[in-house]
């Protein structure tokens, strides 16, 4: 647990840890979506790579790509998503951490797939709870949901394989009129890593 000398398993490490980089509101926001990805994207990477030989550059990349996923699915379903309640956060964070998670692991494509079908069946967060302690709950729920979807992809435990895009897929279920294109257009040659700024009235 960054910053204190309790140790715990990976599980919940990420959890607490998510919540601790949320909690005061000192997180980041991608500005187009106001999502704070690192909160949930770094803890799980942080707390797998405690567990054997990781280096910096993987760690890096895991988070480039786990960043990418959550602002690219926050694109897509996004004002809609947001404006009807749910927290964008913590529901596209989910994602983030799984893809994240999943590259540090070396998940192949049908793995990785698993993974956000796993993921995408814990995405959950209200708006309603921001005021209150409950918020950071479902951000700490993100991070460590998507290192357990990756974690169970990794050995052969299914998930939807057309998870965000299928009819009642997270798109289209979270989203009125969701714009899929968002999540694949300029995929490795356009990034959501520079329109994540620091969290504007902290």
Sequence with gaps: VMGRAER????????????????????D???????????TVAPPLLAWSERGKVS??????????????????????SPWHYSHGFHVTSTCGVFGSAAATGRLLGLDAKQMTWALGNAATQACGLVESLPVMAKSLAVGN???????????????FTG???????????????GQNADLGKITDGLGTSWELPFNAYKPYP
Excluded at 18 to 23: E, F, L
Excluded at 142 to 153: E, I, K, T, V
């Design 142 to 156: 993100a991070a460590r949901n998507g290192l357990l979807a990756a974690l169970l992809a990794r050995e052969g």
């Design 56 to 77: 910096g550059a993987d760690v890096l990349h895991a988070f480039i790509l786990g960043v990418e996923a959550a602002c690219r699915i926050g694109n897509a379903v």
């Design 29 to 39: 926001t991608h500005v187009k979506t106001v999502i704070h990805p690192t909160a």
């Design 8 to 27: 715990m398993d990976v599980f919940g490490a990420a959890y607490l840890n998510a919540i601790s980089s949320n909690v005061l509101d000192f997180d």
């Design 160 to 174: 939807a394989e057309r998870a965000i895009e299928g009819t009642f897929g997270f798109a289209n279920v979270t």
